[in-house]
Structures are given as C-alpha cells and as structure tokens.
C-alpha cells in the first residue's frame, strides 16, 4: 500500500476563487493504483509554506509519494520547483524528463515545464504540471513505475533490472 500525499500551489486555489480540478485527477489515479490519499493541501504560491508541507507530509507524516500540481511554470508566483529542491536530498530527473518528452508529442509547450522530481530520506516528491489535461497526461508516463519505485525506497526490492 502506498500512502500519498497531494500538495497543490495556487495562490485562487487557496483563497476559494479556483476549484482544484488538478487535485481530484490526481486523487482519482492515486486510487486506480490502491493508493490511499492521507494528506491533501491547497496552499499559496509562497516558497516557505510549500517546502514547510512537503517536510511536514514527508518527516512527520511518513507519506511515501508526494505529487504536487502548480506553480511550475514561467510565472514569476511560480515556485514549486525551488521548494521542492529546499526539500529533496536527492533528484530523480527522469521522472520529469519523461513527463516532458511524452507532453512534447502534444504541444511543444511541454518545453516551458520546471518540473522536478526527487527523494527526501524515503518519501519521493514530484512536480506535475498545474492543468488537469498536463496532469493527465504526465500520470498517465509515470504512474506504472510509482509503484516500483516506492518498494524501492522501503526497501522490500532493491532490483530494477528485468529478467
């Protein structure tokens, strides 16, 4: 079972005047691979209260994956990525790239994506983009290798090659 985490960046999002559409895709292919949404935040674009949720979710929470939508864009409000490496001991850029080449196929904005990936002591964290169709779209890459990659970070496999 993996237990998950959605942190969402928008500054209408967090005072009421924007729904978080993002944040229900993400919820719904969460479940499709049995995992159990335990913390789910809508919070400003504001660099110290992003990183502070995503330490919070990670150390005190012990969430295993942590998937954030928004604020990875060109924006000046746009922050997530830094918070994100405020947080992250380690990158995991391939989680991103492969998000990025996929989108690519579909508009040549897909470019324009900050996106980072990356490991927090046992907790992986990944930016997604901040639209429900990109949200779509890039869960749809990287959503068969979650599962994976979480047994790797507990430590119940540690082989990735296939026989």
Known sequence: MINAGILTASDKGHAGDRIDESGKV??????????????????????????????????????????????????????????????IDRQVPGIPEAMRAKSLEITSR??????????????????LPGSPKAVRESLDVILPVLPHAIEILKGQTGECARK
């Open 26 to 87: 993400i919820a719904e292919f969460l479940r499709g691979i049995g995992a159990e949404v335990v913390d789910y935040k809508i919070v400003p674009d504001e660099r110290d209260i992003i990183s502070s949720n995503l330490k919070r979710m990670a150390d005190e929470l012990d969430i295993d994956l942590i998937l954030t939508t928004g604020g990875t864009g060109f924006s000046p409000r746009d922050i997530t990525p830094e918070a994100t490496l405020d947080v």
């Open 110 to 127: 897909a470019m324009l994506s900050r996106s980072v990936s990356g490991i927090r002591d046992k907790t992986l964290i990944i930016n």
